[in-house]
């Protein structure tokens, strides 16, 4: 599968995506921001980083790029889409998924090796994944707080599209230990911690992430 990853003033972490694409087995695609063309890719990821430097908020202008017209259009039609870690904010700050990210609940930046638990395995993109598994990726961020008003919450926990969960210790105080949450299709996938960066066991804390990588490919051929 085509699956294109998109580059923003700000990306850090695209090339470690097009990368992982790679790995799982994928052809990466590099998208440009302020292109719509969207290159007939059969999926999208939005990378990490802080696209536009996080000024007004994190992914607040890259809401308005070119690209994300096309993005929302396509997701809308069922296209799969990642948004990892300021691909999150950016989903969020696109209407594709609710919520919000907000500044850590302890004022500073996190970087470690987080255990999470996947409990929606009936995505594209986790469909590789037993239902329950306990992982461990990396996790990097200073505004990665998820929050939403209760009735939010609990449609989300009450139609199964919690992704992902911290276990042990809430890193930045998300709302019920979230880490990563779909819409409710499925095809839009957001998630706080970078699978990207634990794809190979010569660096990060293993493999965990590939399955969000392969997932493509075993939905596709299922």
Not at 47 to 66: E, H, K, T, V
Not at 156 to 173: F, I, W
């Amino acid at each position: 599968m085509k699956v294109g990853v998109v580059t923003f003033p700000g990306s850090l972490d695209d090339v470690d995506a097009r990368r992982a694409v790679t790995i799982g087995g994928n052809e990466a695609v590099a998208l440009w921001h302020g292109d719509d063309d969207l290159k007939g890719v059969d999926a999208i990821v939005l990378p990490g980083g802080f696209s536009y430097g996080d000024y007004l908020r994190c992914g607040a202008i890259s809401r308005f790029a070119p690209v994300m017209t096309s993005v929302i259009e396509a997701a809308g039609k069922g296209l799969p889409v990642l948004g990892i870690c300021n691909g999150f904010q950016i989903l969020c700050e696109s209407h594709l998924l609710p919520g919000a990210l907000i500044r850590n609940d302890h004022r500073k930046f996190v970087c470690r090796d987080q255990r999470l638990r996947i409990e929606r395995v009936d995505t594209p993109w986790t469909s590789a994944y037993a239902e329950g598994a306990e992982v461990t990726i990396v996790l990097k961020n200073g505004e990665g707080g998820f929050v939403a008003d209760e009735p939010t919450l609990d449609m989300l926990e009450g139609e199964g599209r919690v992704v992902a969960r911290y276990l042990d210790d809430n890193p930045n105080g998300s709302l019920r230990d979230i880490a990563g949450i779909s819409n409710e299709r499925g095809n839009v996938v957001g998630l706080m911690p970078h699978p990207e960066h634990a794809v190979e066991d010569l660096t990060g804390p293993g493999t965990d992430g590939l399955g969000f990588f392969t997932s493509l490919v075993e939905k596709a051929f299922a």
